[in-house]
């Protein structure tokens, strides 16, 4: 019965390898999100979505490209891992017509590069 | 754009009532206020919202003065599990950025 699901948990990989998060939500939201959480916990925003159509992308490198396939599903991903990509990704769905849109987020992908 | 200022850190102890304070001086007309918690190794889990006054729920409340440039979320008698990062937000366009800030690290002490 879950809300916001992820996948995988956890991603273990080398340097300069491709690869890519999954996110499914059925709450029949119309906007997704991804975020980063890095080391420090810092939370950022990287990309949001308004029924399949990109509304936020923030400053991040282009070897980050969001898909999204259907309003309910928005998948990252990532080409030529580098070190500084390892951090907790979230993803996360709101209704956008709501003001101060609430957002419900998944449980995290832990991305490790080596 | 509403940036928004909070503690970095507090301590607490079971059974007490918690008041974290946010500032956002620039807040917009409308502009609603936010607060989420996240638990270690969880993602961030929605708390409350509000736009002026007095908001409750079955977690917490949430107290905004007239001028909305200061907001308070209020506790009731914390237990350890509400140890955790507690953030707030302002978000009102649809067009603006949503920024989470490093949240106050909530320590609950026995």
């Known amino acids: 019965d879950t809300a916001v699901s992820q996948t995988p948990k956890y991603l273990v990989t080398q340097m300069g390898n491709d690869k890519s998060i999954k996110c499914e939500q059925n709450l029949g939201h119309d906007t997704m999100y991804w975020y980063k959480q890095d080391s420090k916990k810092f939370l950022k925003i990287m990309f949001s979505y308004n029924n399949k159509e990109l509304i936020i992308n923030e400053t991040v490198p282009n070897r980050f490209s969001p898909k999204s396939p259907d309003k309910a599903h928005l998948n990252l991903h990532i080409n030529s891992l580098e070190l500084g990509d390892s951090a907790v990704y979230f993803c996360?769905?709101?209704?956008?017509?709501?003001?101060?849109?609430?957002?419900?987020f998944g449980p995290g992908t832990r991305l490790t590069v080596t | 754009l509403a940036k928004t200022t909070q503690p970095i850190s507090m301590d607490s102890y079971e059974g007490q009532e918690v008041n974290i304070t946010c500032s956002h001086n620039n807040i917009a007309t409308n502009d609603y206020i936010t607060w989420y918690q996240q638990f270690p190794s969880q993602g961030p889990r929605f708390i409350i919202q509000g736009y002026k006054t007095k908001v409750t729920n079955e977690v917490a409340s949430l107290f905004i003065p007239a001028d909305r440039k200061s907001s308070t979320l209020s506790l009731p008698r914390v237990s350890l599990s509400d140890t955790a990062v507690y953030y707030c937000?302002?978000?009102?366009?649809?067009?603006?950025?949503?920024?989470f800030g490093k949240g106050t690290r909530l320590h609950i002490l026995p």
């Open positions: 996360a769905s709101s209704q956008f017509d709501r003001v101060g849109y609430e957002q419900y």
């Open positions: 937000l302002v978000v009102g366009n649809r067009d603006d950025k949503i920024i």
